[in-house]
């Protein structure tokens, strides 16, 4: 098999009645060749697209139509002849705080699917909460990888990796830390403005925010814009209560926030929708409606948020496609280009967790409440 060429399984064999049957795989080969006649193209231009070369020397239109018939035909290039031949493990490394997150998991399924596209394969690391330290996973990264990706991850948590040398591409992270080689962002500031102007719109004052509890650039981005949107807003109370992640922690926290001293919140914001689940519960426990006493808003929109009821308020981020930028911003900086440095936009859903605030008088009445 040359470089340009992978096995393929076979189609089907004829029958007694003419008609099309499922054979036994079969030692088909699919080749760039093949790719080449049924595009319409030649091998050069199939070898120019499927490298990501073609800019400026294939057209748009002509690249796409050797895309579509690779995957028709199952066209898969020989990675190992290909990697002798350029010098790189086609190998990227995705480090993430967590694997048993939702958003996370589509993280890698955007990545991986780009990733795929161009000949690459996704390593999936967890370094714990995100605030590491993120070792080393091989005995030498630098042998063994092309690059890194990492996801909301705290600067000092990737040193180990740093000192390998790779190029480094950063997920929700400051886009002013010059140890990597390119950030790619989802719009959380803009996020938490939506979600305070929604509950501010409602008539929302008192609003305790239930903060993850982890030192990172995504989280101190979060706590500095609930402040900003509500700063000079007249008659608002903003406190702050920091929330370890899960479900148990958003309860204990948002138990707290409720009986504690003072006018009880009328809403709590979350910076996630686990947390967000947690404090559902301690609203309940406490005999209150969500959300008729107190409004409730989580954050990423999980699966979990329309698994509880009512379903969650909460703010839509583009995870696959945040995967996807964050590949193509590495294969730029491997191609020796300068990367982008995109920031990509959320949505607020609103759903029914989130209502007018109780009539002040109604407070005295409730547990916790002043």
Not at 14 to 23: I, L, Q
Request: one cysteine or more; a negative charge.
């Amino acid at each position: 098999m040359t470089s340009n060429e992978a096995a393929s399984p076979a189609g089907a064999h004829s029958g007694a009645d003419g008609a099309a049957h499922p054979g036994p795989r079969a030692a088909t080969r699919v080749t760039s060749r093949d790719v080449a006649r049924a595009a319409g193209v030649s091998q050069a231009a199939v070898s120019l697209v499927l490298g990501d070369k073609w800019r400026g020397r294939v057209s748009p239109g002509k690249a796409e139509a050797v895309r579509a018939a690779a995957r028709e035909l199952g066209y898969r290039p020989n990675l190992a002849a290909r990697s002798l031949r350029m010098g790189r493990t086609r190998t990227v490394l995705l480090v993430v705080p967590a694997l048993t997150t939702e958003f996370f998991a589509r993280v890698y399924t955007g990545a991986a699917r780009v990733a795929a596209e161009h000949g690459f394969g996704v390593v999936v690391y967890p370094s714990p909460e995100g605030i590491g330290p993120a070792r080393d996973p091989f005995d030498s990264a630098a042998a063994t990888l092309d690059g890194v990706i990492a996801s909301s991850m705290a600067a000092e948590a990737l040193t180990p990796l740093r000192d390998a040398d790779l190029p480094l591409v950063m997920l929700d992270s400051d886009p002013d830390d010059d140890r990597a080689d390119a950030t790619v962002n989802l719009d959380i500031a803009d996020g938490i403005r939506q979600l305070t102007g929604h509950l501010s719109a409602l008539g929302h004052r008192r609003i305790t925010h239930l903060a993850a509890d982890v030192a990172s650039w995504t989280f101190e981005v979060r706590a500095r814009a609930v402040a900003d949107s509500l700063r000079g807003l007249p008659g608002a109370q903003l406190r702050r209560r920091p929330a370890a992640f899960g479900v148990e922690a958003g309860l204990h926290a948002a138990h707290a926030a409720l009986t504690g001293p003072g006018p009880r919140p009328t809403a709590l914001l979350c910076d996630d929708d686990i947390i967000a689940a947690g404090a559902c519960k301690a609203v309940r426990r406490l005999g209150l409606r969500i959300p008729e006493d107190v409004s409730v808003t989580g954050f990423d929109d999980l699966a979990l948020a329309v698994a509880v009821e009512p379903e969650l308020t909460t703010v839509r981020l583009p995870a696959e496609e945040f995967g996807e930028a964050g590949i193509r911003a590495l294969l730029t900086v491997l191609d020796g280009r300068p990367a982008d440095a995109p920031t990509l936009p959320v949505e607020l859903v609103v759903r029914g967790s989130t209502a007018p605030p109780p009539d002040a008088p109604g407070y005295a009445a409730r547990p916790g409440g002043q």
